[in-house]
């Protein structure tokens, strides 16, 4: 039973290219959020949204938007792809809002190779 | 500009010694800190955490030290296990201002423990 999932496992595309990642967790989190792992490997929150309702928007390129249909599902969507957008995407999820001391909960992640 | 950095890419132990790894902020506002340890090909998975109250936190093999005065906390791993072997990851939480909860991510410390 994976509790955080993430589809694709990887991802290579062509620069100007629109695409998807989908995230769906299992444990009944209330919070839901994407992290994007750079080539220097630093984790760094790009959303969060608690309850479908977006509570984190760090400094991201308006080309990303999240999707949050319902509390168990968090997509990324990303348009026009860059070369610099190539990196790890991690989806993560707490039972509560990141002001609590709720762990995350981390998916495997999902590599993307923008060529 | 790094708030949270880990100064050692990597540490390597014997099996049974004690690992230590190391982590400073440079933001005192932070509250909570946690320790992630992460698998290739996986995501980050909790491990332990302490409250910027405390100074101290222990969970089996794992205890955390936090001081404040320094900036500095470290995990101490007491027996080492081969099975140890991963990157850790430091976090701070930033719980103030417009982004409330966003944990802030050192770049990892990549141990291996030798049997």
């Known amino acids: 039973d994976t509790a955080v999932s993430q589809t694709p496992k990887y991802l290579v595309t062509q620069m100007g290219n629109d695409k998807s990642i989908k995230c769906e967790q299992n444990?009944?989190?209330?919070?839901m959020y994407w992290y994007k792992q750079d080539s220097k490997k630093f984790l760094k929150i790009m959303f969060s949204?608690?309850?479908?309702?977006?509570?984190i928007n760090e400094t991201v390129p308006n080309r990303f938007s999240p999707k949050s249909p319902d509390k168990a599902h968090l997509n990324l969507h990303i348009n026009s792809l860059e070369l610099g957008d190539s990196a790890v995407y991690f989806c993560?999820?707490?039972?509560?809002?990141?002001?609590?001391?709720?762990?995350?909960?981390f998916g495997n992640g999902t590599r993307l190779t923008v060529t | 500009d790094q708030q949270v950095k880990q100064n050692s890419p990597s540490l390597s132990v014997q099996e049974g010694r004690i690992s230590i790894l190391n982590c400073d902020y440079t933001?005192?506002?932070?509250?909570?800190f946690l320790w992630y340890k992460k698998y290739p090909a996986e995501g980050p998975t909790f491990l332990i955490s302490?409250?910027?109250?405390?100074d101290k936190n222990e969970d089996g093999r794992f205890t955390v030290f936090l001081n404040k005065s320094a900036k500095h906390l470290s995990l101490h791993i007491v027996p080492s296990q081969p099975g140890d072997s991963a990157v850790y990851f430091c976090?701070?939480?930033?719980?103030?201002?417009?982004?409330?909860?966003?944990?802030?991510f050192g770049k990892g410390t990549k141990l291996s423990v030798k049997p």
């Open positions: 993560a999820s707490s039972r509560r809002a990141p002001a609590y001391n709720s762990p995350l909960h």
């Open positions: 444990l009944g989190h209330d919070t």
């Open positions: 949204y608690n309850n479908k309702e977006l509570i």
């Open positions: 933001n005192s506002m932070f509250d909570y």
């Open positions: 302490i409250s910027s109250i405390k």
């Open positions: 976090a701070a939480r930033k719980n103030y201002g417009g982004s409330q909860g966003n944990l802030i």
